[in-house]
């Protein structure tokens, strides 16, 4: 029988010569490669993706596109508390970052802070209008009607 490896991880300064150092634009500014090395079985792929979220978060921890990663991931875990945190210092650090409002919104909902939400989400809305995104508007004015 063939034994089944473990999936490993590899230190960046433990990855060949050729693939160190090697930064991909992902939009808002360069970000390390990440290199999963994989077997036939299962890893926990969550953890792993929660892990890199938050090393890039503390590389750089004023990308506002990392922070909205790692909110984002907390809320597809179920964890709404820890995704508020971000977005609440996503938009301390960028107030201008429509995103945030709609889904720190979300998480503020799926808290059951029904009036947070809805001061949060008029936020957005007077951002976005400032700012002249009027399709982010229409969808955080969208969110608010629906609130009871």
């Known amino acids: ?28 500014g360069p970000v390390p490669l990440a290199i999963v090395v994989a077997s036939g079985n299962r890893c926990n792929v969550e953890k792993s993706r929660l892990e890199t979220l938050q090393e890039f978060v503390a590389a750089s921890p004023n990308d506002s596109f990392v922070r909205y990663g790692l909110a984002q991931e907390y809320l597809r875990r179920a964890e709404p508390e820890k995704a508020l945190e971000q977005f609440r210092e996503l938009l301390r650090l960028n107030p201008n970052y429509a ?11 799926k808290l059951a802070r029904v009036d947070d939400a809805r001061e949060l989400y008029r936020q957005g809305i007077e951002v976005t209008a400032r700012l002249g995104d009027l399709h982010a508007k229409s ?3 969208a969110a608010l009607d629906l609130l009871p």
């Open 1 to 28: 029988a063939i034994a089944q490896r473990q999936p490993r991880r590899m230190r960046p300064n433990r990855l060949p010569k050729p693939l160190r150092g090697i930064k991909v634009r992902a939009g808002h």
């Open 139 to 141: 969808e955080l004015q």
């Open 99 to 109: 995103p945030a409002y709609y889904h720190g919104g979300q998480a503020l909902e």
